[in-house]
């Protein structure tokens, strides 16, 4: 009798899989955070992760990129997926806390959404600068950059 074959799922797609997952994206307070198939971005050795969440962005009407939104006790951080995979974004996109002139919540069209109108994380820093981020609990995100804008604002330099 012949012994049952093991089955192998996604087998064409198994390296891109392993290359693109979550797993490879890293959030170290003081080191940096992306890497694998991501941007990477260093830290301040003292500079510590506050909030990371998986989501889209998308400047003025560009088509979304897909990547992680991590917010640190001193900046906000996009780290989109690495070129040649999302031609459009080529590095990470830093907000430093006390450039931020507004955060704002606003229902935003967002191509990939059935209905394809998203409430959205709007960043608005010094510039003219802005950015629209959609990630899960944007109310929870928009309050956690208020409170860390405050704490940056009152630390000891």
Request: aromatic share 8%; proline share 11%.
């Given at each position: 009798m012949n012994e049952p074959r093991e089955r192998k799922r996604h087998t064409a797609l198994s390296p891109l899989m392993g290359s693109l997952g979550p797993l490879q994206f890293r959030a170290d307070s003081g080191v940096a955070v992306g890497g694998g198939a991501f941007t990477r971005a260093r830290l301040a050795p003292d500079e510590d992760v506050v909030s990371v969440s998986a989501g889209s962005s998308r400047r003025g009407w560009r088509p979304l990129t897909y990547g992680f939104l991590?917010?640190?006790?001193?900046?906000?951080?996009?780290?989109?997926?690495?070129w040649?995979?999302?031609?459009?974004?080529?590095?990470?996109?830093?907000?430093?806390?006390?450039?931020?002139?507004?955060?704002?919540?606003?229902?935003?069209?967002?191509?990939?959404?059935?209905?394809?109108?998203?409430?959205?994380?709007?960043?608005?820093?010094?510039?003219?600068?802005?950015?629209?981020?959609f990630v899960l609990n944007v109310m929870a995100w928009r309050k956690a950059i208020e409170e860390q804008k405050l704490r940056a604002g009152t630390r000891p330099e």
């Open positions: 991590t917010l640190t006790d001193r900046r906000l951080i996009y780290t989109p997926l690495r040649p995979i999302s031609p459009i974004e080529r590095g990470p996109h830093i907000f430093d806390l006390a450039e931020i002139e507004a955060v704002a919540v606003e229902r935003h069209f967002k191509p990939d959404f059935v209905p394809p109108m998203a409430e959205a994380l709007v960043v608005r820093a010094a510039g003219g600068r802005s950015r629209l981020f």
